[in-house]
């Protein structure tokens, strides 16, 4: 059984008052332990079918389904907190380093949740190879490398069953995308899926390769899948 | 101390007029296409003062409490439509809550101001009610649109954030809730600032009036001093309650954000 699945999705809207549908029925399967890259060309959909997956975006059809539970038996928040969307570009809030990655605590939705101790982030930082930077640190002097990172980790740290990366490692070198890719292959084990938007070469970190093109998804196999 | 009213004749009046012809001329001068502006401005301000006076002199000597209350819905009206010009371009459909806040924050203090410090008789006295009400109701407005304003150009500002706020799991109160704190922030300045300054800078306009109707100074600066306190009371009761009744309008029932990009302007 998929661990994650969207079906006949469709979403349309207003961008910059012009009617868009980017897609208008798509599916795909998500399974647990594995991470799947979604490539296809700029402007075909793919952070609108991220953020439809993470109901950040209002879906006008189709059923998103979660471990057998379809998201219309969870609030929005409760849905968001078990599928975390991390955007391309990385927000930070006004404070430290650990006020920004123990956002996710100050907020409703994990008010049973225990948060991470600094122990615990200064090993999340340090396997993003972050260990410069201290936990109080104010986030705002952070560098682009490292807010992408910070803002990746505070996301990392939530545990979500599924992880969607948009594009995270835009703003990043060659060897912290490196890192960064192998920090998302030990996240993503039996109990989380994964779906990256990548323009980088492959890292050989995915397990498949989605294509979202006109309006359709299909798989690839590694041999096809680039940039 | 009771100097009497000096009374101001019709034709000084209409020859006061002539100060407006500072604001033609330099209009003229810089060629502002403000003619039109300044004619109507001038205008309205003549009929509806003098209509506003005409209003009192009948309600003083007829008043009875339902035509008094409807004055102030009426006031209240007017200052609705006013607050939503003030924030046009901004794609809401927030007229209820508008004049609810304006409305209910500004009658609830205007009330204890009346019964529990000015104990006027009847509750309804229209000479004590209504210019009270108006001076709420004046700075009530101006406080919400400034509100409105600070809270949606916020919202936008922080676009990104917000959504990174939902995408963790927040609720739209807690992703708008910097905006919103924000925008209460600026809200709450004006008043404060009129109170810091008062009796220093400029002598406010319900003292300055009763000085000039003959009043003890001593009564109007108490008076005023009451006046100051209620604004401050109203403004920020007015502030809160627009924040926290509008902001839901930039999501969706599904809390999503409608960004800028995302909506239909």
């Known amino acids: ?227 | 101390m009771s100097a009497g009213v000096i009374d101001i004749g019709y034709l000084e009046l209409f020859g006061a007029t002539a100060f407006m012809l500072v604001a033609a001329v330099v209009a003229g001068a810089l060629r502002l296409r403000q003619t039109k502006a300044i004619v109507v401005s001038t205008v309205r301000c003549f009929l509806q003062l003098l209509a506003m006076g005409l209003l009192l002199v009948y309600l003083f000597k007829y008043q009875s409490w339902w035509l008094v209350c409807l004055v102030l819905v009426g006031m209240s009206l007017a200052a609705t439509q006013i607050a939503l010009g003030r924030v046009k371009g901004k794609a809401l459909n927030i007229w209820p809550e508008v004049f609810g806040t304006i409305f209910l924050s500004s009658m609830i203090v205007a009330f204890i101001v009346v019964e529990a410090i000015v104990h006027a008789s009847p509750w309804y006295d229209a000479r004590v009610l209504v210019p009270i009400s108006g001076m709420v109701l004046g700075s009530t407005l101006s406080a919400t649109a400034v509100a409105i304003d600070r809270l949606f150009s916020g919202m936008d500002v922080r676009s990104d954030e917000i959504a990174a706020y939902l995408a963790l799991g927040a609720t739209p109160r807690e992703a708008a809730f910097p905006s919103i704190r924000s925008a209460i922030g600026s809200g709450l300045t004006p008043a404060l600032a009129t109170m810091s300054a008062a009796g220093i800078v400029q002598i406010p306009g319900m003292m300055s009036g009763q000085v000039l109707a003959g009043a003890d100074p001593m009564i109007a600066a108490k008076y005023q001093i009451v006046v100051l306190l209620m604004i401050s009371a109203a403004t920020t009761l007015a502030i809160v309650a627009i924040c926290l009744t509008t902001y839901r309008k930039r999501f969706t029932s599904d809390a999503c954000f409608l960004s800028p990009a995302l909506r239909d302007e």
């Open chain 1, 1 to 227: 059984m998929a661990f994650f699945e969207a079906r006949g999705l469709a979403v349309s809207y207003r961008r910059n008052g012009v009617p868009f549908e980017p897609f208008s029925d798509v599916g795909f399967e998500l399974f647990a332990g594995q991470i799947a890259d979604l490539v296809g060309p700029s402007g075909s959909g793919k952070s609108s079918l991220l953020c439809a997956c993470a109901r950040l975006l209002p879906k006008t059809s189709g059923t998103l389904v979660l471990k057998g539970a379809d998201s219309t038996s969870f609030s929005p928040e409760e849905w968001r907190r078990r599928v975390c969307y991390v955007p391309q570009k990385p927000t930070v809030v006004a404070g430290t380093v650990r006020d920004n990655l123990l956002l996710p605590w100050s907020l409703r939705v994990r008010r049973n949740d225990e948060a991470p101790d600094d122990a615990a982030l200064r090993s999340l930082i340090a396997d993003a190879a972050l260990d410069d930077v201290d936990l109080d640190r104010d986030a705002a002097q952070l560098s682009g490398g490292e807010l992408a990172r910070v803002a990746l980790l505070r996301a990392f740290a939530t545990r979500p069953d599924v992880l969607l990366l948009d594009e995270v490692d835009a703003a990043l070198d060659d060897a912290t995308a490196r890192s960064v890719s192998r920090l998302t292959r030990r996240l993503v084990r039996g109990d989380t899926a994964c779906l990256r938007i990548r323009h980088r070469p492959p890292d050989g970190a995915a397990d498949r390769t989605l294509r979202l093109e006109r309006g359709r998804i299909a798989q690839i196999d590694h041999a096809e899948a680039g940039v």
